[in-house]
Nanobody, 121 residues
């Protein structure tokens, strides 16, 4: 059993900041990748920022220079610092992880329930 628990979403004015957190818990052997996706109404889900298993980071072009992903491996937690928020950042943000579980051979893809981020004046 693996769970991803998100926190930090909310309502913020344009130009403001939010920090999202996602903690993975359960029968985890290894986390191979972890990151954030978002989905706005009427749009497809897109990668916002993520860590690969090798520790490199990826960012969507739309958030480069504004968002920063970080992690605390000891806590199985990933963070997303969002600065200079824009109206178009409004979306449901989902935590995602590729996890090898104890007693299982293959890694699986796990998702949090999502947290709403609304940027509005």
């Amino acid at each position: 059993q693996v769970q991803l628990v998100e926190s930090g979403g909310g309502l913020v004015q344009p130009g403001g900041s939010l920090r999202l957190s996602c903690a993975a818990s359960g029968s985890i052997f290894r986390i191979n990748g972890m990151g954030w996706y978002r989905q706005a109404p009427g749009k497809q889900r897109e990668l916002v920022a993520g860590f690969t298993s090798g520790g490199s980071t990826n960012y969507a072009d739309s958030v480069k220079g504004r968002f920063t992903i970080s992690r605390d491996s000891a806590k199985n937690t990933v963070y997303l610092q969002m600065n200079s928020l824009k109206l178009e950042d409004t979306a449901v943000y989902y935590c995602n992880a590729q996890i090898k579980r104890k007693s299982f051979l293959r890694e699986n893809d796990y998702w949090g329930q999502g947290t709403q981020v609304t940027v509005s004046s």
